[in-house]
């Protein structure tokens, strides 16, 4: 499951999903609840506010909803399905006030995974819900995130310090899939080790 950091388009999502009536109705959902939180977010321009709340947020459910009925179409009992969260959605870190929204969707992200794990159990399914919740990982993320920012640029913060690899995270993909079936692994939270907050 992915996300959006900053720049790419709600479109490139749509082009992507089968559903196109549901994820635009997801859309317009967005727009009114960005639009209700733009006195608190006074630099989140609507569109980018409704796009990264659809990438982020939207998708994450979508691919969710499809991932368990094609689980159920198939009898498949015992599957897993991991949200890839964020340090983001536990707190918020101290040095980067543009982070608030994006921490935001992630926030949500925490509450649709405890909402689904609670769902699952009531239909009595035992397919496994848990998360991921890293701190900084050297991908591509922070080119998004800093695109518009003239102080920092991503190879800053990775000079700073040793950031995780997408090799830590594969590693906390494998240990929730190794789980045996009485262990349900609910988050993983995993930040660098020279990261402070
Ligand atoms: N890197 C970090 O420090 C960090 C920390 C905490 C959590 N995370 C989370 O980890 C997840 C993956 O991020 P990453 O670090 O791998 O970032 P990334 O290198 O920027 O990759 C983001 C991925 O999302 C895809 N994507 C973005 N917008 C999309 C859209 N509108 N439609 C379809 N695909 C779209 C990108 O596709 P393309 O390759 O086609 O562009 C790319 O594969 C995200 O949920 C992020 O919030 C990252």
């Known amino acids: 499951m992915t996300g959006r950091s900053g720049g790419l388009t709600a479109p490139r999502m749509i082009g992507q999903q089968k559903n196109l009536e549901r994820l635009h109705d997801g859309c317009q959902r967005c727009a009114a609840a960005a639009l209700s939180a733009q006195s608190s977010f006074v630099r989140e321009k609507d569109d980018t506010a409704c796009s990264r709340t659809v990438v982020n947020v939207m998708a994450l459910c979508i691919c969710t909803q499809e991932a368990v009925k094609l689980m159920q ?59 991921i919740s ?43 899939l190794r789980a045996p079936p009485h262990v349900e692994v609910h988050d993983i939270l995993v930040r660098p080790y020279d990261q402070a907050l």
């Open 73 to 131: 179409e198939k009898n498949i009992n015992d599957g897993q399905i991991i949200h890839i969260s964020s340090m983001g959605g536990h707190r918020l870190p101290a040095n980067m006030p543009g982070a608030n929204f994006y921490c935001g969707t992630k926030f949500m992200v925490k509450a649709l995974t405890e909402g689904l794990r609670r769902e699952l159990k009531a239909l009595k399914s035992h397919i496994r819900i848990g998360s």
């Open 134 to 176: 890293p701190g900084m990982v050297e991908t591509e993320f922070f080119d998004h995130f800093l695109k518009n920012d003239p102080t920092r640029k991503a190879s800053d913060l990775f000079s700073s310090m040793k950031a995780l690899q997408s090799d830590d995270i594969a590693e906390s993909v494998l240990y929730i």
